[in-house]
């Protein structure tokens, strides 16, 4: 029955399509107070779902007949051509980039999609004038494939219509196991042998704290006092590692270096020290992270300023400066080194 509606062109029957997002795109979605996606929703007569959770992914789940689907992504992708047009009225960029969206497809469905020898994907592309591009991979833990569309809102739309005609024709084969995002690692810190993790502004008492990652860490940056070095592993020293032992309770990060209550025999409010570390060049671009966000994540979260000296010729290393609270200065050295132990052993989700 559903494919003679497919062949007439009748296309009205129940459909579920997944989008995956950036943080930033479902905002705009979701609009000031959800008011952008509750008028989605009305207008288009589709269920609009958006996975919950800290993650900077975010699954946008679209579910209803066909035409209110495809009314529903008209509305997102004028959406995100009004969100492309404001921010080039703020930039010197003159070419006007496309629409993008990813779609969440089944692996079992992307060879339909493809076609023999890719005659589908071909057909697609030159009839809506899209562009559209299968991952070669499927996603992590999964059995679905990124389908990700660009182009003009309109050719979008008659992209999505094509796409959905083969998920009609060609259903999936066998059980999917959908793509789930994971949630964006949270760093743990460790103070007085128990593990925290940072939600926001607070530290929480992390709820596994027994897990092989966290031995691990506790083993490969063990605590010493302030000052003494620790070779996190052989050959190289990375200066020392977060010091005195701390009992921390859920309370806003300033928090956690402001109480003397936090942090035993230290003042009130301990004169401001500076300690010097030295990083191996090779390793200074995973303390800096893209466009700095990491170093800036650990200014933010220990309360210590941290300058980084620029290369100097000849030199394998850099010199990191770190000025603050004995208290700030140990977490800042402690997020280092948590940083550079994760680079080495591989172990990114520290």
């Known amino acids: ?11 009205n029957v129940t459909l579920t399509i997944r989008l995956l997002m950036h943080g930033k795109e479902v905002g705009s979605i979701i609009g000031k107070k959800g008011e952008t996606v509750k008028k989605m929703r009305e207008e288009s007569g589709a269920r609009i779902n958006i996975s919950e959770g800290n993650c900077p992914e975010r699954i ?16 997102i992708a004028y959406k ?48 809506t004038g899209a562009q559209v591009q299968v991952a070669g991979d499927m ?20 992209c999505v219509k094509q796409i959905c005609v083969v998920m009609l024709e060609s259903p999936p084969k066998g059980a999917t196991i959908p793509y789930r995002p994971k949630p964006a690692s949270t760093p743990v810190i460790f103070a007085g042998g128990q593990a925290y993790t940072i939600q926001g502004q607070y530290a929480i008492p992390h709820p596994d704290q ?30 020392s590692v977060a010091g005195k032992q701390r009992s921390f309770i859920a309370l806003p990060l300033p928090a956690l270096t402001m ?36 170093i800036n994540e650990i200014r933010q979260m220990s309360g210590a300023q941290i300058k980084i000296a620029n290369a100097t010729e000849g030199s394998s290393e850099r010199q990191i400066t770190i ?22 052993t591989g172990m990114g989700a520290l």
Do not use: W
């Open 210 to 239: 027994l897990t092989k990652l966290h031995q691990l860490a506790m083993q490969q940056t063990p605590f010493t006092p302030l000052g003494q070095t620790t070779p996190a592993f052989p050959g190289r020293s990375l200066g």
């Open 259 to 294: 109480f003397p209550c936090i942090c035993p025999g230290l003042d009130a409010s301990p004169p401001a020290s500076t300690h010097e570390l030295t990083i191996p060049n090779d390793l200074i671009g995973c303390i800096i992270g893209r466009q700095g966000t990491k």
């Open 80 to 127: 995100f051509e009004e969100d492309i047009t404001n921010s080039m009225s703020n930039s010197t960029a003159t070419s006007k980039p496309p629409v993008t969206l990813r779609l969440v497809v089944p692996a079992s469905q992307c060879g339909s999609l493809i076609g023999k020898g890719g005659s589908k994907i071909k057909e697609i592309r030159e009839s």
């Open 139 to 158: 996603l992590p833990n999964s059995t679905e494939r990124a389908v990700t569309i660009s182009g003009t809102p309109d050719a979008i739309i008659q």
């Open 60 to 75: 946008v789940t679209i579910t209803g007949p066909t035409d209110a689907i495809f009314k529903a992504f008209a509305m």
């Open 323 to 344: 000025t603050g609270t004995p208290a700030n200065i140990s977490l800042a050295q402690y997020l280092i080194n948590a940083r550079l132990t994760s680079e080495v």
């Open 1 to 11: 029955e559903m494919e003679s509606k497919v062949s007439e062109g009748g296309l």
